[in-house]
């Protein structure tokens, strides 16, 4: 359950995290690189959930490097199961994609009870907009994973999903690659729910937050076949600057809630 529970919950930050890089790419004037902090906690979970406590925490930053954008992620969280044991669950993650959207590169490490269990580094690149290309992983193993014609990096992918929240338009699906494991391709479908209220209760004070937001549902999906179930589902509260203030992940049984405790803007770079 260790290895796969560390597996989503690693692209549940992932798709936190480049959703935010994504607001930079058209949104020139909304740009926001910040210091963010979240608390990690058992959202809820059902009778059949052997999941019975979550604690923990996730701190990004996000900056504009002038040719790109890096992500600096760490995360850390303890799990406690009905049998009385508890595990700890960690992940990191540094990464940076071109602002053009055709390039990125991407170190992952995954840690369990103190100790690396796993660990993805490597670098992707496209031919072209609307075009395939391939991804080159140098660890674990070298191997190449073809990326087929239409594929997004997370920056793209994210503009899109912002774009079609600012437009109204509820539905979006697109391959995206990651690198979030050892395939690192998914089919994301979005569902993007009308603009929310602007609520400040149990949110920290920022003017980071005081922006229109949106409901984004995601489902990842296998790349091989059409499975009808994804392989898990999240839930992301995202205002226009591209600030995420929760992350929800499903994982049918129980969910985990990441919740914003702590943000500060960043300085842009001279470039």
């Known amino acids: 359950m260790g290895c796969s529970m560390i597996a989503t919950l690693r692209q549940a930050a992932l798709a936190l995290v480049l959703i935010v890089v994504g607001a930079g790419a058209g949104h ?73 959207g055709l390039k990125y590169r991407f170190l992952v490490r995954d840690l369990q009870n103190g100790a690396m269990s796993d660990q993805f580094k490597g670098e992707a690149a496209l031919d072209g907009p609307g075009r395939g290309g391939r991804a080159i992983y140098s660890v674990p193993d070298k191997k190449i994973v073809k990326l087929p014609p239409g594929t997004l990096f997370p920056t793209a992918h994210s503009l899109k999903l912002l774009e079609n929240a600012e437009a109204s338009h509820p539905l979006l699906w697109e391959m995206v690659f990651d690198g979030s494991d050892a395939k690192g391709l998914f089919g994301v479908n979005a569902v993007i729910s009308p603009q929310q209220p602007q609520l400040s209760g149990g949110k920290p004070s920022s003017p980071l937050l005081a922006t229109p937001s949106w409901r984004i549902n995601l489902a990842y999906f ?3 076949g059409q499975a009808a179930v994804p392989e898990n589902e999240q839930h992301i509260d995202i205002h226009d600057n591209g600030v995420v203030d929760l992350l929800i992940i499903d994982y049918g049984t129980f969910r985990v809630r990441a919740k914003l405790t702590k943000i500060e803007p960043l300085r842009g770079p001279a470039c």
Request: charged fraction near 20%; aromatic fraction near 10%; glycine fraction near 6%.
């Open 28 to 100: 020139a004037a909304q740009v926001a690189p910040h210091r963010a902090a979240y608390e990690l906690t058992l959202d809820r979970a059902t009778s059949a959930s052997d999941v019975i406590d979550v604690s923990g925490t996730m701190d990004f930053e996000w900056a504009d490097s002038c040719n790109g954008w890096t992500v600096k992620q760490k995360s850390l969280m303890t799990v406690g199961y009905s049998t009385g044991e508890s595990a700890e669950l960690g992940w990191n993650l540094l990464s940076w994609e071109a602002k053009d």
């Open 222 to 224: 296998a790349p091989e």
